[in-house]
């Protein structure tokens, strides 16, 4: 059970959660990290007194050195702070709520120095998910997801005791804001409209994901990884209440699956005390008030991100490096107003098209595909 967490990204939306639960939980926080965010910083770290806090911008992180001078708390920039941050040696776990591929090298990191990582960031498995499980098992790391659908799947097979009784596992997805809607209707969204979700409050990218449902396709992925499936396992459905997580199918037609409401809260304070359970000072759900339970199949010809997402699942190699990469750079162009919400897929499909795939990549294979792939969308 955790003691003591270092939680890279706690600014964001899963960062503010999981602090939530440190504070529920009585855990120690030994170091903090974000991107541009001071003032939050500030509170935090004054609040949780980290041994170490780093700011991914120089700027920030040197602001921010002034404004804790008062404090015997370290701070530090860019990724060689947010590398030290993930093998500090006081903490036993490993938050990585940082977003985008960003979290790879130090999630690598933390799994050489045997942390227990408490996966939220999706995008490291889906860009090197084979080379993360295999330094975790070679490690001796344990792995523990946070996202809701993961953690849904990681507790629907805690009685499981041989992986080939499973017959496919199958994530939720709530729709998006744009659920029913043709291709046709899609290329007129905007932003404002994409960033409604229905359920989830969220940050931006991943809100924009959940309406092009990239981010359905890089949660199979990321599942694929996680269990040691192929692609042809792993499915997706529709459901639009957000209450059943996620759900395993076993050879003998038995479904198990985790509900409860839509509160990021719950996996991660589940990834903090698994494999025990924790008392929830949250609302609890109520079965014969939370209405109907709907499932549909995905529409994958007018969400054609979700359809990109399984062709390089199949394909492997750095297929699924590119395609990240290249969906970082789309949605913030989208954000931006630069492209429309179309586009987006358009802009994946063209870098995937422009960039080599490698088979069988080392980390800097996968690397540099990340890094050819947003050049092939920046430059188009």
């Known amino acids: 059970m955790t003691k003591t967490i270092a939680l890279l990204g706690s600014t964001g939306s899963i960062g503010r959660q999981t602090l939530q639960v440190a504070r529920e939980l009585g855990l120690r926080v030994a170091a903090l990290t974000a991107n541009t965010q001071i003032d939050l910083m500030e509170q935090q770290a004054r609040e949780f007194c980290p ?47 940082v977003v985008g591929s960003v979290g790879l090298r130090p999630t690598l990191a933390a799994i050489e120095k045997k942390k227990r990582i408490a996966l939220a960031n999706k995008e490291t498995l889906v860009c090197a998910g084979e080379l993360v499980m295999a330094a975790a098992e070679r490690c001796g790391a344990e792995i523990v997801p946070v996202d809701s659908e993961h953690s849904a799947i990681f507790q629907s097979l805690q009685g499981c005791r041989d992986r080939g009784e499973v017959h496919r596992l199958i994530l939720t997805c709530s729709g998006g804001p744009f659920f029913g809607m043709s291709y046709e209707e899609l290329e007129h ?137 290249a969906n970082e750079e789309a949605v913030l162009a989208f954000l931006r107003r630069e492209i429309g919400f179309n586009d987006i897929h358009r802009r994946v499909e063209d870098a995937l098209s422009a960039v080599e795939v490698k088979y069988q990549p080392c980390l800097e294979d996968i690397l540099e595909a990340d890094s050819l792939a947003r050049m092939a969308v920046l430059n188009r």
């Open 189 to 325: 969204m905007k932003p404002e409209n994409a960033l409604k979700h229905p359920n989830w409050s969220m940050g931006a990218k991943i809100t924009i994901d959940s309406a092009t449902l990239m981010n359905k396709g890089l949660e199979i992925i990321e599942a694929m990884r996680l269990y040691h499936l192929p692609v042809s396992k792993v499915d997706a459905v529709i459901h639009r209440q957000s209450i059943v997580h996620s759900l395993v199918e076993y050879r003998d037609g038995a479904m198990i699956a985790q509900l409860g409401t839509p509160d990021m809260k719950l996996p991660i304070r589940y990834a903090f005390t698994w494999p025990y359970r924790a008392e929830t000072p949250d609302r609890r759900l109520n079965l014969l008030t939370c209405g109907d339970l709907t499932f549909h199949a995905p529409d994958m010809e007018a969400f054609r991100c979700l359809k990109i997402a399984r062709e390089c699942a199949e394909v492997g190699g750095t297929s699924c490096a590119i395609m990240n990469a």
């Open 51 to 97: 041994e170490l806090v780093v700011m991914m911008d120089g700027g920030a992180a040197k602001e921010l050195r002034g404004r804790l001078s008062d404090l015997p708390i370290r701070v530090m920039a860019g990724a060689e702070g947010l590398m030290e941050a993930a093998q500090l040696p006081q903490a036993d776990t490993v938050v990585t709520a």
